[in-house]
């Protein structure tokens, strides 16, 4: 035991660590909810709700009471996870234990990411670290929503990956396109990227390009198919429909058309909802998979017929994603409210209005909220700076692994594209490992000059001394 932690110390301490953390801040947050563990821990997406329904023998239902109705929102890795974790366990603050500590895995496993990506020690423990004790992180692992199972598996689909492309083993290319597929029934979002992987796979082998390439890519995609099967074949039995869940096309319709009727109208985006509800929007959280067609023939015309707002809400989604903080969502977790309203998009209010906007800065710069400029100002930076690393990194060093991490943080951008003005930092966590990573490699030449010129300073206080 003793030669395990001397061995895997750094991992250790990044685990303790992260857990420290986790249980500080769900602590502060019990408090808050008044000691309602369910309050504290259920989150808005019903998992927890459809897991209690699995446990009282009610089917996989959203649904308070009868008749129950089959769900086609939420895949099902995180619910089956939470039954069967509440079943085997017994309680749910033993269920809540248990995420708590799987979620302090996932900065560990962000720390073996960034080792295949840059051969650079310090910058891995430095990802590790940031992982452990980034806000947003931590507040989505002490609430049971799906980031946290979703990371643990897609991290481990990457690194089975970027292990294929060092070994080019059939065993890491199988565990990664099963990783991958089980992280899709967690999270839908990822549905599309192993097209993605495949065309990669066949580009890493233009050189010794045959049978054997096309074979790999192949085989990749059938067993992610394989792995989502089931699921999207119980969607085909209850739905009528081929799919794994309808998050994507009722976003299309009942988040993004709204985005783009409010700027096109000045208004904000809670009134354009509430009045394609009126009509015939679903809410997101009890859509059918069955209106997934529906729900895209109407959401089409809309966009299209108003181009511009449409261009102004996905370059405004666009750069939110990189750049929102999440700090005001962890705040407000914790019953801090802000006395204002920016009144919209902060972007979208100093383009209209820079006095106004100036003003609620200076306003909030004097408050609790202080913390949200700050953060702001952060994320804009290692933006800039992961920007700057990924390009040095293409230049210098083009491994496999980096290339496909830069793709990745790009697929997710625009997968996040459908959100319109509802982006936050959610939509970005799974990827942070790797904006992190470029933005600390990034960073190498400006320290390397800084101490350079440390050096080259105490050198000629020397010489003034003598």
């Given at each position: ?379 804009v930076a290692l933006t800039i700076l992961s920007a700057y690393g990924a390009v040095r990194y293409l230049r210098r060093e083009r491994k496999a692994a980096g290339a496909v991490a830069i793709i990745i943080v790009l697929y997710f951008m625009l997968t996040t594209l459908v959100v319109g003005l509802a982006v936050n930092a959610r939509y970005r966590l799974p990827v942070n490992i790797f904006i992190v990573t470029f933005a600390a490699y990034g960073a190498v030449p400006f320290i390397l000059r800084a101490r350079r010129g440390s050096a080259h300073g105490i050198t000629d206080e020397i010489d003034n001394a003598q």
């Amino acid at each position: 035991m003793k030669n395990f932690f001397r061995k895997h110390k750094v991992a250790v301490g990044i685990f303790v660590l992260a857990l420290a953390v986790r249980a500080v801040f769900f602590a502060a947050s019990y408090e808050i909810n008044g000691g309602l563990l369910l309050d504290t821990i259920g989150g808005a997406d019903y998992y927890q709700v459809i897991a209690q329904n699995i446990i009282d023998g009610h089917g996989y239902s959203t649904d308070f009471a009868p008749p129950y109705a089959p769900n086609s929102v939420r895949p099902p890795v995180m619910p089956y996870f939470l039954a069967g974790s509440y079943m085997l366990l017994g309680s749910w603050g033993a269920v809540l234990a248990l995420y708590l500590l799987l979620g302090s895995f996932v900065p560990i496993l962000g720390m073996w990411l960034a080792r295949k990506i840059t051969s650079s020690p310090a910058i891995a423990v430095g990802v590790a670290v940031f992982l452990a004790v980034e806000p947003f992180g931590v507040l989505f692992s002490t609430i049971f929503y799906s980031e946290t199972i979703f990371m643990l598996l897609f991290f481990a689909s990457l690194l089975y990956l970027f292990k294929y492309f060092e070994s080019g083993r059939w065993f890491d290319l199988f565990v990664s396109a099963s990783f991958l597929g089980f992280a899709t029934l967690t999270k839908p979002v990822v549905q599309y990227l192993p097209v993605f992987i495949a065309v990669f796979l066949l580009y890493e082998a233009r050189k010794r390009f045959g049978r054997t390439a096309f074979l790999r890519a192949g085989v990749y995609l059938l067993i992610f198919l394989a792995a989502i099967s089931p699921w999207v074949y119980r969607n085909y039995l209850l739905f009528d429909t081929v799919g794994i869940s309808s998050q994507s096309t009722v976003n299309l319709y009942s988040v993004l058309v709204p985005s783009v009727l409010a700027v096109e109208n000045g208004t904000s985006w809670g009134e354009e909802f509430m009045a394609l509800r009126a009509r015939d929007a679903a809410d997101p959280n009890s859509s059918s998979i069955a209106q997934a067609g529906y729900y895209t023939s109407r959401a089409l015309p809309i966009l299209l017929s108003h181009p511009l707002s449409l261009t102004l809400v996905s370059a405004n989604t666009a750069l939110n994603f990189f750049i929102h903080d999440g700090v005001y969502d962890v705040l407000r977790h914790l019953d801090i409210h802000p006395d204002q309203s920016m009144g919209g998009p902060a972007l979208f209010v100093a383009l209209k209005n820079p006095a106004k906007a100036l003003g609620l800065t200076a306003h909030f710069a004097a408050s609790p909220f202080a913390l949200v400029l700050i953060g702001r100002v952060f994320w804009v930076a290692l933006t800039i700076l992961s920007a700057y690393g990924a390009v040095r990194y293409l230049r210098r060093e083009r491994k496999a692994a980096g290339a496909v991490a830069i793709i990745i943080v790009l697929y997710f951008m625009l997968t996040t594209l459908v959100v319109g003005l509802a982006v936050n930092a959610r939509y970005r966590l799974p990827v942070n490992i790797f904006i992190v990573t470029f933005a600390a490699y990034g960073a190498v030449p400006f320290i390397l000059r800084a101490r350079r010129g440390s050096a080259h300073g105490i050198t000629d206080e020397i010489d003034n001394a003598q």
